[in-house]
């Protein structure tokens, strides 16, 4: 039996976008592992039946990134991006199930994303003009009172459309949407038609990326425009009723900008999950023309499909913990999935399953048991979260050291699976001997938009209260030290660790990863202005409350991270003064960590943090 060690949890081989074929006899995903050990990312291609007959075997492989596998429509082809030729620039390749793999472009600035159009040949590319770049200087238009559109020299290039030859290997421009940024792009399954969405700006900075969805015929170039489509709108997705194709993408429930994703229909922008005390969390065609959906529902998720005639989603499959990238075809879905005990892994079977899973065995380690917590918030509202216990332990061999994990988001969830990254690092912090828990507070994923919509503007409100509660329970049942709790958390998880030592003494040792501790700061100089203000404000900031802090702080951030820009931790780091912390900081990481050996640093320090303070 192995050992769970630092480098197992980064060296983890995880899989990505699995998609089956048309027909239903192949799955191919890419494969990477969690920590990036060199300069550039490295992740492979990984073909299987999809009956899980053989398993699966590596597929044109080479050292570089190769990612976002498509199939052909006839299930001949597998189309990949690729950095194989200059690492760093990824290009459209293409290969049979038994040949070597040809590239399609070479195009300079490299391709960011593609959309096959079936029977027709060609493929639809998104990518910079070849000779665009960022002004110098940058020049920013803003006029008063929001007259026009916003105008800026941004440093990220916005993205264009293509159009591809595949015969002739000739590229030409494709549609005219003036100056806004192609974030994405579907075509209608016959190829008639594609869907882009766009952003008026590229750079996310600003916070003024307005979205917009538009038509393109990829014949002639001709342009409709939709309107203008919810915020952080995504996973455009084709489907079909009696009137002919319709239209649906993932986008915020309105009419706030708190409260988590709903599904809508592109005419009118409809919500067609309005009232759900579910969460929808990806959308994908059926092959057939049905509209599937992921569905975070508590602990689990389940696989739906919309019903036209009633304009509901049925549920088709139940799985306790997580699914994700959900493709379909020939019948068939895959999704990669993860319960308790199992890490992530491709499956694949029918929409209402059972799905098997493709691939050899996992590392017989010893897990920490992992246990499904259920109970109620002081006003009522039902919560539940996860209890991770040391390996071969039981409550009865408690109370333990508590560590309580806070997931980021807030919009997030810890679902019933194997708690096994460099951050959500559950089954790490039980293999030392800590008991973890991981709450699900309200204004998180898996309760309907009125659970998430309750934080806001009162962010460490009533969810830090739903945290006490549950700490509360574990300590009355002799699992945890009262004594002995520690709490962390990343990104918005950074922000209720920090506030939770600011507002209680309770926890013996604290650790802010990429913690949000001032929101107005972070509304002016982050990613995200106009939801971070929606979230909190100056008396919901850590830095507001810091002179009471007196539990030893590990702070913890990216160098380059413009999502929480590392002022945030500047800025506790120096209100704390000579009080007892620690502040680490990682060169060249934004928001999260990649690099293989700070992974390993973070994982290692973290855990002698807790250690030393909660001995």
Request: proline share 8%.
């Amino acid at each position: 039996m192995g050992e769970l060690t630092a480098e197992s949890v980064v060296d983890r081989m995880v899989p990505q976008t699995p998609r089956v074929s048309p027909d239903g006899r192949w799955v191919v995903s890419a494969s990477a592992p969690v920590g990036q050990a060199g300069e550039h990312p490295e992740s492979g291609l990984w073909l299987a039946p999809a009956d899980g007959a053989e398993p699966p075997r590596a597929f044109a492989a080479a050292a570089a990134e190769d990612r976002d596998p498509r199939w052909s429509a006839d299930s001949a082809w597998v189309y990949f991006l690729s950095d194989r030729a200059d690492r760093g620039t990824a290009q459209l390749y293409r290969a049979g199930l038994a040949g070597e793999p040809e590239r399609l472009t070479d195009r300079h600035p490299g391709i960011r994303e593609y959309v096959l159009l079936p029977d027709s040949g060609a493929v639809v590319l998104v990518a910079p003009e070849e000779k665009a770049g960022p002004a110098d200087p940058r020049v920013r238009v803003v006029r008063p009172g929001g007259a026009g559109t916003p105008t800026w020299d941004t440093v990220e290039r916005p993205g264009r459309l293509w159009l591809l030859d595949t015969a002739t290997r000739a590229v030409r421009p494709l549609g005219d949407l003036g100056p806004r940024h192609v974030v994405e792009a579907a075509a209608r399954p016959d190829g008639a038609t594609l869907a882009v969405l766009t952003w008026s700006v590229a750079d996310r900075e600003p916070g003024l990326f307005d979205p917009g969805l538009h038509l393109i015929d990829p014949a002639t170039g001709g342009r409709q425009d939709l309107g203008t489509p919810a915020l952080e709108a995504g996973s455009l997705t084709w489907w079909r009723d009696e009137a002919g194709w319709r239209l649906a993408y993932l986008g915020l429930t309105p009419p706030g900008l708190i409260g988590g994703n709903a599904v809508f229909d592109a005419v009118g922008h409809r919500n067609l999950t309005a009232g759900l005390g579910v969460c929808p969390i990806e959308l994908a065609g059926s092959g057939d023309g049905a509209l599937l959906a992921l569905f975070a529902e508590g602990l689990d998720t389940t696989i739906r499909c919309l019903d036209p005639a009633s304009g509901t989603f049925t549920e088709l499959g139940r799985a306790p913990g997580s699914l994700q990238d959900l493709s379909a075809g020939g019948g068939r879905i895959a999704v990669v999935g993860s319960t308790a005990a199992e890490p992530d892994a491709v499956h694949c079977g029918p929409p209402g399953g059972p799905l098997g899973r493709l691939g050899g065995p996992h590392p017989d380690i010893p897990w920490g048991t992992q246990e499904r917590l259920s109970y109620r918030a002081g006003d009522g509202l039902e919560l539940d979260g996860l209890l991770v216990l040391p390996p071969g332990r039981t409550r009865a061999d408690g109370p333990f050291p508590l560590v309580t994990l806070v997931h980021g988001g807030p919009y997030d969830r810890f679902a019933d699976r194997c708690q096994l990254g460099w951050f959500r690092n559950g089954q790490w912090l039980a293999a030392a001997g800590f008991a973890v828990f991981l709450p699900n507070p309200r204004g998180g994923l898996g309760h309907g938009h009125a659970f998430a919509a309750s934080v806001a503007g009162d962010v460490g409100g009533a969810e830090f209260t739903d945290l006490l509660t549950g700490i509360d329970l574990l300590v009355e049942a002799g699992v945890a030290d009262e004594n002995r709790l520690g709490i962390g958390g990343g990104s918005h998880g950074g922000f209720m660790a920090a506030w939770a030592v600011a507002h209680t003494d309770r926890f013996k040792a604290a650790v802010v990863n990429a913690g949000v501790v001032d929101w107005p700061l972070l509304a002016a100089t982050g990613e995200h202005g106009r939801f971070e203000l929606a979230l909190g404000g100056r008396e919901n900031s850590p830095i507001t409350h810091a002179h009471r802090i007196s539990t030893p702080v590990l702070i913890v951030h990216g160098e380059d991270d413009t999502n929480v820009p590392l002022s945030q931790a500047e800025l506790l780091h120096h209100a704390l003064g000579d009080r007892e912390h620690e502040f680490v900081v990682y060169p060249r990481e934004g928001h999260s960590l990649r690099e293989r050996g700070h992974q390993l640093d973070f994982l290692h320090r973290t855990r002698a943090w807790f250690s030393a303070w909660l001995a």
